[in-house]
């Protein structure tokens, strides 16, 4: 069965050029991974909808991707430039949406406390990596046609100044 016939999932495929800092791992459409400073690009993004249970998506990926890297939520929330409360509720969500841990948290103490990610958590990023791969795999070739026709938008848009902010009174 292909990976767009799984009934009551709606997968919302988002197209963005990105110019700024990517604030995690990208899948590009030619599959490699870029983190970091990158150039202009343009990349496809998935987000899951199961019915009336949440959704997940790349940003809820990445986070269970640095917990399990740094062993630590409040770790992966900074890494992400977002409050520990926030990073939190995203976990809280993932695991409603999936009806049970994602992660597992141990509290301080002589080694101090920790997270990481429950089995569960893991097939979860596995499987939505997953789908991410084909769906890149499967629209590279409509992707690139649909970039083609911003060329000459590009080509006739002047460059945009950076703004620089305002002095604070």
């Known amino acids: 069965m292909p990976w767009y016939d799984i009934r009551y999932l709606v997968i919302f495929i988002?197209?963005?050029?990105?110019?700024?800092?990517?604030s995690g791992p990208v899948i590009t459409l030619d599959g490699s991974h870029v983190t970091g400073q990158s150039a202009a690009m343009t990349r496809l993004?998935?987000?899951?909808?199961?019915?009336?249970?949440?959704?997940?998506?790349?940003?809820?990926a990445h986070l269970l991707e640095l917990i399990d890297e740094l062993a630590s939520?409040?770790?992966?929330?900074?890494?992400?430039?977002?409050?520990?409360?926030?990073?939190?509720?995203?976990?809280k969500a993932a695991e409603s949406t999936f009806g049970a841990p994602l992660i597992?948290?141990?509290t301080g103490g002589a080694r101090g406390?920790?997270?990481?990610?429950?089995?569960?958590?893991?097939?979860?990023?596995?499987?939505?990596?997953?789908?991410?791969?084909?769906?890149?795999?499967?629209a590279k070739s409509d992707v690139a046609e649909l970039v083609k026709l911003l060329e000459p938008i590009n080509a006739a848009a002047t460059?945009?100044?950076?703004l620089r902010p305002r002095a604070k009174s």
Do not use: C
Not at 14 to 22: F, Y
């Open 14 to 22: 988002l197209i963005s050029r990105i110019v700024e800092r990517q």
């Open 45 to 60: 993004m998935i987000r899951i909808d199961l019915d009336d249970h949440g959704s997940f998506g790349p940003g809820k």
């Open 73 to 91: 939520l409040r770790q992966a929330a900074s890494a992400m430039e977002m409050s520990y409360r926030q990073a939190w509720l995203l976990i």
């Open 104 to 106: 597992e948290t141990t």
């Open 113 to 138: 406390g920790g997270s990481r990610l429950t089995n569960l958590g893991r097939e979860v990023v596995a499987r939505y990596r997953a789908i991410e791969a084909v769906a890149n795999r499967a």
């Open 159 to 162: 460059p945009r100044r950076k």
